[in-house]
């Protein structure tokens, strides 16, 4: 198939960007998302122009490098997949597709379509943790009985790859899903509990240090999220911050 | 041993004879002391030309060392050239010095009963005080579930730890995509569990090509994981009751597989991540992101640090510490076509061995035979699919050739081909296990049918795993428990599906969103691929290298998992050597450094090994080639695949001995890389890890070339049954070969290291 | 606790919720014009002369008003701050509702509204009482709102800013329940309850006008 693409090019953070057209043609309907562009960068290659810069890992959907916004949505038009598994035969012969990176305010441009989401790790590092000792002294494993229903949802919260597509989706850039899903992961847990006040306004105030807007309930971000995580845990973080302010 | 480079003029008439207008060339000389006592001097040109009255004989007292005075017009440039041309003398008599050291190898196993060598060299080790540990740099090289285990550990016990990741974040690495579980002697199902069993599996499923005395270690510590990792809030699965749940994997008898659905390594990954990140925040993590180690620096024989390249900005950066910890994973990109992520590669380890470091058995590598086959030349990765599959699906070709000519052409369709015109091979040659057969067998097997032209996808590399008699068997259970009429077939179909979906919904699922096909309709297509490397770094019972203070942990090392890897086994062997090995060991190696103080990192040992990095970029920057990276990378696979792939023989190793070398000369005649070396540049990025594995593809062949005998994942056709079975020869290959480097890499000398087993007795790894 | 983004949001819920329950009572008293002029009157009378009405409630209730619309403004511009750069493609329709991602238009057109009913209402209400100062006339009332709903144009107008109202409450109501961290088995109950009660009263207030209009004409 023959596709026409609408690609953000940036040299870098300081450089401005615009849209750059491309064509490209031969495409099998039965190549990735990113194997596309694996063969549009080969093109560019040969005509020694500048590759597209873009991430991406492990091209299974796990690792949460990829970070595309195709289409006016971040990893494509389908839902509860990333970028690297979104293929081809989603498009028609002759599609114009547009590829923007990321955008916000907290993910700058680093080159291209590659953003910098380093504020998600910060957030983390602000109290996304178990303050316990890695000596392997700890409990036995099966000390605490945990209900499954808590264990099962402590476990959805946690299978967010931090790919930033709630906050590319969000049309206040807010990163309200990500958090939410971190803290609801360890409140939910009996371990993490023990420091769970501390935990939600670090955080929280983390959040709203690196520039991410707020949340309005628009939404977007559960339905965007290439792992299904629900809007429940956003209420779920918005309960917790209150009760942690009024206990402190 | 004495080195001393300095510049000086080449006066070729007294020196009173000239005048301070005179134009003279300017060499570096180099004294080298000889055993005899005596100094030979060894000059060298540099080509670039200076007045009289421009030099400064007093250069050496200055700091800059610039032998050319500022009036001259060009003196910087001069200068620069002068300063790269004695870095390049340097580093040529240092190269010549770095193979000497390697003492014969010393595993360094404690004595004692086999059970006891943990906990009585735990004992034993020395202990570095907390006031110290704070003097002291460790640099980690990768962030996955050893590397981020490790960062965290180390930096608790007090040491700075500099971390570094290619990856934009620590928790993106590959250790995220392992899905299965890992594997813990808890023996909470009371199923007759214990160290010694999972000891003993693991030592049988490695072909007992493994170290004793590391995998008893290995499932010591197992147990200790999963407290860590569910204090640490880590959510396995769990049942009704609350406790932990567990399920049961390949090859073993017992459920001793912790799990968290089908994203095990992602949640480990995260726990471990947590872990950094509270460290991290405290400031005992220096956190590198988007680096990529480039070199290791080695200062009076110890490893001292690291050239790392900022990913984003290009810049070559200097890093020094105490000791370096190489935790970078396994290379099975090296085969283009793996299920390891994109970035996945052997450089860092590769460097390691160049400077020193034995790599150990680097052509033990596990092939899966269960992924979604290659569908075309494009294709960038391979994906996939639970072993689990293989206990309800049938795996078969067609029986005639013509027959699979047609499917291929989309002429026939599969479902439409009659029973008796199928060949369900794995039941005919193993009729015992049938598709139950271990991954290497199954996946040989797989090969050798497609290599006869039976293969059923476009390309000919695929073969059918159908679940229809899976489906209809599931249906009439399901019909007769629920007092249906099992006679009608849509029925028990729809019934069939239900439970099929129940199992491995997720899998069918997946399976669909790549290949487009509905595999509760047609079967599935599956091709094996690689996706774990036994082989590594060679580490003593301590997990360091050959180089002093340079280790090795998880996948990067050879240590645990000898010539074959049972599942589950990985993640276990990550997180063990990174928590709960490494920590202990590593403070005796660094009980010598108290007193060391800071590393310098502006000793001409970085400065050496920078330059030629920056060299070596250059060179690729500036080619004048036509072909982009991944043509040859696509190549290599190719070669490596063919020849070093599923089985091997004498002459296809041969031949890609050779075809290696000649791709590899290619690649750096003809390599193009367009774009800024000063920017976020994937394709440089991409070219130097290419670069390092076409050299390790070589060291690949030599080692599979040298082992003759079949083990494990290591099938050399010419060593086998009449029935086809891998012929293992105890007698002559019981050892680890560890490969020192040699330029020409053909030449690289073999070191072994023999295999005691005291615990347990050599047999023949049956499934018959 | 209410610098931070999670702060606001909640305090634009209560703030919201306040509003509602204000406006559940406004409507509550309107209704009543509909059939019987003496109740409405009588109701009207007692918020009008009630001293915790007119100089505690009253008062709290501008406070109320002004603190959401200037928190709505606020947050509008950081929101859009949080996204130097705009994409060149932007599908919000395929993951959110529409009413959703423009509350801010929807919050003008009722803040425009709120100017056109202190205009008609309650700047003539404060002239008449505490300006001019004339004598109470318990039974004004009716006749004042009937007088107002004459102009078919105000009509269109009121009716036109109701619909607004609507779209503002349907997302605001449901939305406020998430923001105060309602999720438990009856979310989905209360969400529900939310769209309703969010549709049915501005419907009604437009019942009410277009009630008086069409009574006027066929009278």
């Known amino acids: ?248 | 041993m004495n080195k001393k480079i300095t510049y000086s003029l080449n006066y070729r008439k007294p020196k009173n004879e000239y005048s301070s207008d005179d134009e003279l060339t300017v060499c570096v000389r180099y004294y080298q002391k000889l055993d005899n006592g005596k100094n030979k001097v060894v000059k060298k040109s540099t080509g670039i030309k200076c007045k009289l009255k421009d030099w400064d004989s007093d250069w050496h007292k200055a700091d800059n060392r610039h032998p050319i005075k500022a009036s001259d017009s060009d003196y910087l440039e001069k200068n620069r050239i002068l300063k790269n041309k004695s870095v390049d003398l340097h580093s040529l008599i240092k190269d010549r010095n770095v193979s000497k050291n390697i003492s014969p190898l010393n595993s360094k196993v404690p004595k004692g009963p086999l059970d006891l060598k943990w906990s009585t060299h735990k004992n034993n080790v020395r202990l570095v005080s907390p006031a110290n540990k704070r003097n002291i740099d460790i640099i980690v090289v990768g962030t996955g579930l050893a590397g981020g285990s490790a960062c965290a550990t180390l930096a608790e016990q007090g040491y700075n730890v500099k971390a570094f990741c290619f990856q934009d974040s620590s928790r993106r690495a590959h250790s995220i995509a392992a899905q299965g579980g890992i594997n813990a002697a808890k023996n909470y199902q009371g199923d007759g569990d214990s160290v010694y069993r999972l000891f003993y599996d693991t030592i049988k499923g490695g072909d007992y090509r493994s170290r004793e005395a590391n995998v008893h270690r290995l499932a010591e510590v197992s147990s200790s994981i999963i407290d860590q990792c569910v204090a640490q809030g880590v959510p396995f699965a769990r049942e009704y009751g609350g406790l932990l749940d567990n399920r049961s994997f390949g090859g073993v008898l017992v459920s001793r597989t912790f799990y968290a659905k089908g994203q095990t390594g992602q949640q480990l990954l995260l726990g471990a991540y947590s872990a950094m990140n509270r460290q991290v925040a405290r400031g005992k993590i220096q956190m590198n992101t988007r680096h990529e180690m480039m070199d290791i620096v080695i200062v009076d024989g110890k490893a001292r640090g690291i050239i790392t390249r900022n990913l984003i900005t290009g810049e070559i950066e200097k890093h020094s510490a105490h000791a370096v910890v190489l935790a970078s994973g396994g290379y099975g990109n090296l085969f283009y076509l793996s299920t390891n992520a994109m970035g996945s590669n052997v450089s860092a380890a590769w460097k390691v061995h160049k400077k020193g470091a034995l790599f150990a058995n680097p052509s033990f590598t596990q092939i899966h035979p269960t992924c979604i086959p290659v569908s075309g030349d494009y294709q960038s990765k391979l994906t996939l699919m639970s072993e689990s599959l293989r206990n309800d699906g049938r795996i078969w070709v067609p029986k005639k050739i013509e027959d699979a000519k047609k499917i291929r052409n989309g002429e026939l369709r599969p479902v439409d081909l009659n029973e008796n015109d199928r060949d369900y091979y794995l039941e005919r040659r193993y009729p015992a296990f049938g598709n139950l057969v271990p991954r290497d067998v199954a996946s040989r097997a797989a090969k050798e049918r497609c290599d006869a032209g039976y293969g059923v996808n476009k390309t000919g590399e695929a073969v059918f795993l159908d679940f229809s008699s899976a489906i209809i068997r599931y249906g009439k259970e399901k019909a007769l428990v629920k007092g249906l009429d099992i006679e009608d077939f849509e029925l028990v179909k729809s019934l069939g599906k239900g439970v099929i979906k129940a199992k491995y919904g997720n899998l069918f699922q997946m399976y669909e969103k790549i290949v487009d096909e509905n595999p509760y309709e047609t079967p599935m297509m599956i091709y094996p691929a690689v996706h774990y490397t036994m082989g590594g770094l060679w580490v003593d019972y301590n997990l360091m290298t050959t180089i002093p203070g340079c280790y090795a942990i998880g996948e990067a090392n050879f240590s645990d998992h000898g010539a074959n890897r049972l599942g589950a086994s990985a993640l276990m062997q990550g997180l063990a050597d990174g928590y709960f090995v490494l920590p202990n060991t590593i403070n005796d190696y660094l009980a010598d450094d108290i007193k060391t103080g800071p590393i310098s990192s502006d000793s001409p040992e970085f400065n050496i090994a920078k330059n030629r990095i920056e060299e070596k970029i250059n060179k690729i920057m500036t080619n004048k080639g036509s072909k982009s990276v991944d043509y040859f990378h696509k190549i290599l696979g190719k070669i490596i695949w063919n020849n070093c792939g599923m089985s091997r023989n004498k002459k296809d190793l041969n031949s890609a001995i050779k075809e290696i070398q000649k791709l590899r000369k290619e690649f750096y005649k003809s390599v193009k890389v367009t774009g800024d070396q000063f920017s976020f540049n994937e394709s440089l990025a991409k070219a130097l890890r290419v670069a390092d594995f076409l050299e390790l593809g070589e060291l690949f062949a030599v080692d599979a070339l040298s082992r003759n005998e079949s083990c494990g994942g290591h099938f050399r056709e010419e060593y086998q049954t009449k029935e086809g079975e891998a012929l293992r020869n105890d007698d002559d290959y019981r050892f680890v070969s560890a490969w020192e480097y040699n330029e020409n890499i053909e030449q690289s000398k073999l070191h072994r290291e023999h295999l005691d087993f005291e615990s347990v007795e050599l047999k023949n790894r049956s499934y018959k | 606790m209410f610098n931070s983004s999670i702060g606001r949001k909640v305090a634009m819920a209560l703030s919201g919720v306040f509003l509602i329950v204000f406006l559940a009572q406004h409507f509550l008293i309107n209704i009543t014009s509909v059939f019987s002029e003496e109740i409405f009157n009588l109701l009207s009378h007692f918020m009008g002369n009630n001293p915790l009405v007119q100089f505690v409630l009253q008062p709290i209730l501008i406070a109320g008003v002004l603190f959401h619309f200037i928190m709505g403004f606020v947050l509008d511009w950081q929101n859009r701050k949080a996204r130097p750069v705009s994409y060149a493609m932007y599908k919000g329709s395929k993951n959110s509702m529409f009413v959703s991602r423009n509350m801010i238009i929807s919050g003008i057109v009722v803040l425009s509204f709120l100017g056109l009913h202190f205009y008609d209402f309650w700047i003539p209400e404060m002239d008449y009482k505490y300006i001019k100062s004339l004598p109470e006339d318990p039974n004004r009332y009716y006749k004042e709102l009937v007088h107002r709903f004459e102009n078919p144009y105000r009509v269109g107008l009121y009716c036109f800013s109701f619909v607004f109202l609507a779209l503002h409450l349907v997302h605001g109501l449901s939305s406020s329940t998430q923001s105060l961290g309602t999720n438990n088995k009856y979310s989905e109950i209360i969400k529900k309850i939310s769209y309703i009660f969010g549709i049915s009263i501005p419907l009604g207030f437009c019942f009410i006008a277009l009630f008086h209009f069409i009574t006027f004409y066929n009278t």
């Open chain 1, 1 to 248: 198939m023959k596709l026409f693409l609408k690609i953000w090019r940036q040299k870098n953070n300081q450089a401005k960007g615009k849209i750059v057209d491309y064509e490209i043609d031969e495409i099998s309907p039965d190549m990735s998302f990113l194997e596309m562009m694996d063969v549009l960068n080969e093109k560019i290659i040969e005509e020694d122009g500048d590759p597209v810069a873009f991430d991406h890992d492990c091209r299974e959907g796990i690792c949460g490098s990829c970070s595309m916004f195709i289409n006016g949505e971040p990893h494509g038009p389908d839902k509860l997949i990333t970028t690297c598994q979104l293929h081809m035969r989603r498009f028609k012969d002759g599609d114009t597709i547009y590829i923007e990176p990321f955008r916000a305010k907290a993910f700058p441009i680093i080159k291209d379509l590659v953003v910098d989401r380093s504020a998600f790790d910060r957030i983390q590092q602000s109290g996304g943790f178990i303050s316990i000792n890695t000596s392997g002294n700890t409990l036995d494993a099966n000390t605490i009985p945990i209900e499954k229903e808590y264990a099962d949802k402590a476990f959805d919260a946690a299978t967010c790859i931090g790919c930033g597509a709630c906050v590319a989706s969000c049309k206040n850039s807010s990163a309200m899903l990500f958090v939410s899903a971190k803290v609801s992961q360890f409140s939910l847990l009996p371990q993490g509990r023990v420091e769970a006040t501390d935990r939600v306004i670090n955080m929280v105030n983390q959040m709203d240090e690196e520039g991410f807007g707020n949340c309005t309930n628009t939404g977007a971000c559960h339905v965007e999220c290439p792992k299904g995580i629900s809007l429940d845990y956003i209420a779920k973080l918005n309960r917790e911050y209150v009760k942690a302010n009024l206990k402190k």
